[in-house]
């Protein structure tokens, strides 16, 4: 057999296994369904406390734990994001928490026809700016399986690169969470998008 010949064959025999890790890494990539996510998400210990460290210095929780300013100051929390703010029975805002914490409010309803994807970016961004400034941030909504739960996520997913799934088995390590159906959604397309993002950069 002639050189040319046995080069021939030996493209002939790799082309298929490049298309084979070219089909894995495409399917490693690819978003879960709603279904899917639910059912992890239902997979997990239904156990929550007040709050919970879900990464480090990242603490996550409800609106009784947000109300406990003492219970902040012992843990040595710097910012706070509520989820949401100016809703029935949150007293969180600028007045509430003073000087010594520094505070953002989400005005978010835990409806899944609510558009939290808007503050997804800008939520994360304060989240990050206060970790990277050595701080410790709480971030809240009425019961802290939701609204709070999903801006968290997002974060994970925007500053640490983390895919959706990655994220969402991060945070249940610590806490049960269960996003609703809408967020779930806005969170999956958010998942798309930043995929898309590295593949376009890594081109």
Known sequence: MTLKAQSREMNSETHPEDEKITENRDMKMQSPSLSELEEVLHSAPRSCRHGDEVWPNLYLGDMFMSHDKFGLWQLG?????????GKLCCKGNDDFYGTTVKYYGVPAN??????????????????????????????????????????????????????????????????????????????????????NEELTESK
């Open 77 to 85: 929390i710097t910012h706070v994001l509520n989820a949401s703010h």
């Open 110 to 195: 835990d409806l899944p026809t609510f558009d939290l994807s808007p503050f997804f970016y800008p939520a994360a961004e304060f989240i990050h700016q206060a970790l990277s400034s050595g701080g410790k941030v709480f971030v809240h909504c009425a019961v802290g399986v939701s609204r709070s739960a999903a801006l968290v996520l997002a974060y994970l997913m925007i500053h640490h690169h983390l895919s959706l799934l990655s994220s969402v088995r991060c945070v249940q390590q610590k806490r049960w969470i269960f996003p609703n159906r809408g967020f779930l959604r806005q969170l999956i397309r958010l998942d798309q998008k930043l995929q």
